[in-house]
């Protein structure tokens, strides 16, 4: 069983910042990836970032390439998500969630992922 728990949203201006962060517990050594992915009404949950636990690989969807960066610290099972340049569009319901070792294929792929937090949300406005 492994807990996930999401803080750090809230609301920012186009152009700003916000830093998500997301408190892992449990069986935590069953986790190979650790993501994020985001929701925003009417659309589908779609990945965002992702990262390996067992180095220091990073996965990042086209949309926030360059603009929001995971990251991680295993020493306090925590992960991160920075934000950068944030837009309207990135307005959402944004979801911490682990995939177990043996996930196989592209790591923003929501079916891989087991355990999922409650969810924080971001509103950018204009």
């Known amino acids: 069983q492994v807990h996930v728990v999401e803080s750090g949203g809230g609301s920012a201006q186009t152009g700003g910042s916000l830093r998500l962060s997301c408190a892992v517990s449990g069986v935590t050594y069953s986790i190979l990836y650790m993501g994020w992915f985001r929701q925003a009404p009417g659309k589908a949950r779609e990945g965002v970032a992702a990262?390996?636990?067992?180095?220091?690989?990073?996965y990042h969807a086209d949309s926030v390439k360059g603009r929001f960066t995971i990251s991680r610290d295993n020493a306090k099972n925590m992960v991160y998500l920075q934000m950068n340049s944030l837009k309207p569009e990135d307005t959402a319901m944004y979801y911490c969630a682990t995939a177990p070792w043996g996930a196989l294929g592209w790591p923003l792929t929501r079916n891989k992922y087991n355990y999922w937090g409650q969810g924080t949300q971001v509103t950018v406005s204009s």
């Open positions: 990262i390996r636990t067992d180095s220091s690989s990073t």
